[in-house]
């Protein structure tokens, strides 16, 4: 299986800042990497896809980038509705495996 | 709009077997350009996972090896849903279980998980 490491597991940011969150793979996976939003109580969302593709009705302060084994995901001008936890997800080989998330926490 | 949904009991008992369907709307299992997920999420594994279904012409099933041996996912056409059967189950399954599709546009490209069901959570108690 593929292993996923996000980093950080948690940030604290303020309302405005823009915010970065890494995600490597065991191995190149080419561009075959979505990015996922989640809130509590709440089925994660789908934000990014192959790496950076835009989902249809994400805002465009979310934004990814990346190739082979080393992903980013950015959000710019952190809104209060951005306070989550983020997840990537590879999609090249068979089980398709998530990192274990980045806490997007109010300070 | 595709909608997801799943049902099933709330609490299984250890070894025992746990049962849940997805109903679709807005879509069709039987689509030739959707695949359909089962994902669940603990704390101790985090999201995982647990197989698919999916239609080209004949259902193709594919079961991430840790559950492979007890895992059953079935199409069912005639009511437009999905269901997963995971045998002999123990605490470690307790989780939150998501039916999630894959649903690609015409021009191609890679795995997403773009709908989710709200969730069910299932606890394995005696």
């Known amino acids: 299986d593929i292993q996923m490491t996000q980093s950080p597991s948690t940030l604290s940011p303020s309302v405005g800042d823009t915010v970065t969150i890494t995600c490597r793979t065991s191995q190149s996976i080419s561009n075959f990497l979505n990015w996922y939003q989640q809130k509590p109580g709440k089925a994660p969302n789908l934000l990014i896809y192959d790496a950076s593709s835009l989902q249809s009705g994400v805002p465009s302060r979310f934004s990814g980038s990346g190739s082979g084994t080393d992903f980013t995901l950015t959000i710019s001008s952190l809104q209060p509705e951005d306070f989550a936890t983020y997840y990537c997800?590879?999609?090249?080989?068979?089980?398709?495996?998530f990192g274990q998330g980045t806490k997007v926490e109010i300070k | 709009q595709i909608q997801l949904q799943e049902s099933g009991p709330g609490l299984v008992k250890p070894s025992q077997t746990l049962s849940l369907t997805c109903a679709i709307s807005g879509d069709s299992v039987s689509s030739s350009s959707a695949a359909w997920n089962w994902i669940r999420q603990s704390p101790s594994r985090g999201l995982e996972w647990l197989g698919r279904?999916?239609?080209?012409?004949?259902?193709?099933?594919d079961y991430a090896v840790s559950v492979k041996s007890r895992l059953t996912i079935n199409p069912e056409t005639s009511r437009n849903h999905f269901s997963l059967q995971l045998n002999s189950v123990s605490p470690d399954d307790t989780a939150v279980y998501y039916c999630a599709s894959d649903r690609r546009p015409s021009s191609g490209g890679s795995l997403r998980f773009d709908s989710w069901g709200q969730g069910a959570l299932v606890t394995v108690s005696s």
């Open positions: 997800q590879e999609s090249h080989t068979l089980p398709w495996t």
């Open positions: 279904t999916y239609y080209r012409s004949k259902w193709y099933y």
